[in-house]
């Protein structure tokens, strides 16, 4: 079983919807991470969170915005989705740093989202 | 030029069968290598990070030619629990990652 955790599992949403993404992971991981990936396409980055501050947003449109309340959690608040947005949006995390290059990510199991 | 390269496949094999992936890379500094698994509609899962010496993992075998900038996967007596996409991915700066687009495997009785 995955250690970090995704709620919810499965979202359809409207594109004129308000909803949230949540993440938790308990393994004292200092770097976090979100992903979206699109059916047979890899993972792409979206933001990394180190330390609780966003370190790396990778141009994703406004209508996407992460939040880090603490080390354990992350949020993506979605707004106004477009139905190109339907995905499998992946959280990660990792050690920090060197850890990260030395260890890798541990993923999320997911949530599968559809913008109708 | 993409970050990191693979076949996509997909790679037929019969059980019991040794079959190999290559994946390329293109920044020379790049620090650290991994191999992820993933099933359809699951998440990635690590596989087994990539040592410069090379590294064995069970019927797993990884290997780093830094001068070729190629990271390779060996899969020993191919089972069919291991027909999955094995993602190749490359750490360049710390917490940013690179993914290839995968490899499919399908290993069939």
């Known amino acids: 079983d995955t250690e970090v955790t995704q709620t919810p599992k499965h979202l359809v949403m409207g594109m004129t919807n308000k909803k949230s993404l949540k993440c938790e992971q308990h393994m004292g991981h200092r770097a976090m991470y979100w992903y979206k990936q699109k059916a047979k396409k890899p993972p792409e980055l979206m933001f990394v969170?180190?330390?609780?501050?966003?370190?790396i947003n990778e141009s994703v449109p406004s209508r996407f915005s992460p939040e880090c309340p603490n080390s354990s959690l992350l949020n993506l608040h979605l707004h106004a989705l477009q139905p190109e947005d339907s995905a499998l949006y992946l959280c990660?995390?990792?050690?920090?740093?060197?850890?990260?290059?030395?260890?890798?990510?541990?993923f999320g199991s997911g949530t599968r989202l559809t913008v109708v | 030029r993409k970050e990191v390269e693979q076949d996509p496949g997909p790679f037929n094999v019969p059980e019991g069968a040794t079959v190999a992936f290559n994946c390329t890379y293109s920044n020379s500094a790049s620090q650290s290598f991994f191999w992820y698994r993933q099933d359809c509609r699951k998440e990635p899962k690590l596989l087994m990070s990539?040592?410069?010496s090379g590294n064995e993992d069970g019927r797993f075998t990884a290997q780093l030619n830094r001068a070729s900038q190629y990271i390779s996967l060996l899969i020993r007596d191919s089972k069919l629990s291991d027909s999955a996409t094995y993602l190749c991915?490359?750490?360049?700066?710390?917490?940013?990652?690179?993914f290839g687009s995968g490899t499919k495997l399908n290993v069939k009785p």
């Open positions: 990539v040592y410069s």
């Open positions: 990660a995390s990792s050690q920090e740093g060197l850890g990260a290059s030395n260890y890798g990510y541990t």
């Open positions: 969170y180190s330390y609780e501050k966003l370190s």
């Open positions: 991915v490359v750490n360049n700066n710390f917490n940013k990652f690179y």
